[in-house]
Nanobody, 126 residues
Framework: QVQLVESGGGLVQAGGSLRLSCAVS????????MAWFRQAPGKEREFVTF????????AYADSVKGRFTISRDNAKNTVYLQMNSLKPEDTAVYFC???????????????????WGQGTQVTVSS
């Protein structure tokens, strides 16, 4: 089993920044995609970004390219999401996820990920 715990959400003004953390425990694999998703009220869960745990491969959704940065600290078993230039439309519950996906890097449906954190709320005011 893999356990994921997000933290770092909060209220921020448009244009501001937040850093989210995802603490990872349990049995993991170097090939796992460690991902961030988000879900706004009334919307489907949306892929944001992933990083391959040890391979350094990264992918971003178009909506966050140039503003968000995913990283990981292997020694701390933690994945981070640095969010800059935040917009009101970034308001959502943010989830970290892990999965052993082997398909296209652009294929990231929520159902393909096996493990999920509880989510952390990010609210961006205008």
């Amino acid at each position: 089993q893999v356990q994921l715990v997000e933290s770092g959400g909060g209220l921020v003004q448009a244009g501001g920044s937040l850093r989210l953390s995802c603490a990872v425990s349990g049995r993991t694999f170097s090939t796992y995609r460690m991902a961030w998703f988000r879900q706004a009220p009334g919307k489907e869960r949306e892929f944001v970004t992933f990083i391959i745990w040890s391979g350094g491969i990264i992918a971003y959704a178009d909506s966050v390219k140039g503003r968000f940065t995913i990283s990981r600290d292997n020694a701390k078993n933690t994945v981070y999401l640095q969010m800059n230039s935040l917009k009101p439309e970034d308001t959502a519950v943010y989830f970290c996820a892990a999965g052993q996906l082997s398909g296209s890097y652009s294929y990231n449906p929520a159902h393909a990920y096996d493990y999920w954190g509880q989510g952390t709320q990010v609210t961006v005011s205008s």
